[in-house]
């Protein structure tokens, strides 16, 4: 049986958790048996925050993802957190994942909240609208590394998730799914 993991780190909304759980079993109801909030982890493991640049190192979160999709029988894990992610050579990264041409052996993928936030541009209270916004870009983020670790590459379709997202009008512009060519290499209908 294939599953997908959900894995926050820290406190991150629970709705949003709920959404992005319930739209992924859907996209990926042919994938993934089940895909299930895993229990939380309280706190980022320390060694990952680098003090000068005030970020966290992804590579180092995804260890803690990856043994644990190794020890509890998922095959994929998403973590979730609410930091600032980086990886060395970028100023900033949305998210990474695990990338393999078959798709077998990868089994951690991560995003990062922070910059999908209207707040983190601007100090402004989170309507209904902006929320559903966040909700959206969330969705997609995930939707785009998950795609990594079933094996897709960047792809230049404009109708595809799988678009690299340089900035965040990249990610807005890109849609919620994948285009007919990755969804039918990762065994997705639609
Ligand atoms: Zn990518
Ligand atoms: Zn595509």
Same mark, same amino acid.
């Given at each position: 049986m294939r599953k997908l993991g959900i894995l926050r780190f820290g406190n991150i909304d629970n709705d949003l958790i709920l959404f992005i759980t319930n739209e992924l079993g859907k996209i990926f109801s042919n994938v993934f048996n089940k895909v299930e909030v895993l229990k939380k982890i309280e706190k980022i493991p320390p060694i990952a925050?680098?003090?000068?640049?005030?970020?966290?190192?992804?590579?180092? /979160?995804?260890?803690?993802?990856?043994?644990?999709?190794? $020890? +509890?029988?998922?095959?994929?894990?998403?973590?979730?957190?609410?930091?600032?992610?980086?990886?060395?050579?970028?100023?900033?990264?949305?998210?990474?994942?695990?990338?393999?041409?078959?798709?077998k052996d990868t089994r951690a993928c991560i995003i990062s909240i922070t910059r999908l936030m209207p707040s983190f541009y601007k100090n402004i209270e989170l309507n209904k609208d902006l929320v559903k916004l966040l909700y959206l870009r969330t969705?997609?983020?995930?939707?785009?590394? /998950?795609?990594?670790?079933?094996?897709?590459?960047?792809? $230049? +379709?404009?109708?595809?998730?799988?678009?690299f997202s340089n900035c965040l009008e990249d990610t807005d512009e890109k849609p919620a799914y994948f285009c007919k060519k990755c969804a039918k290499k990762i065994g997705i209908f639609i």
């Open positions: 925050f680098n003090q000068q640049r005030n970020q966290y190192k992804a590579p180092l /979160i995804m260890e803690v993802i990856r043994s644990n999709a190794l $020890n +509890s029988g998922y095959d994929k894990i998403l973590g979730i957190v609410n930091v600032d992610l980086y990886v060395p050579n970028l100023n900033f990264i949305f998210g990474q994942a695990e990338f393999s041409e078959s798709g969705l997609k983020e995930a939707l785009h590394e /998950i795609g990594h670790t079933l094996g897709l590459r960047h792809c $230049n +379709s404009f109708n595809c998730v799988m678009r």
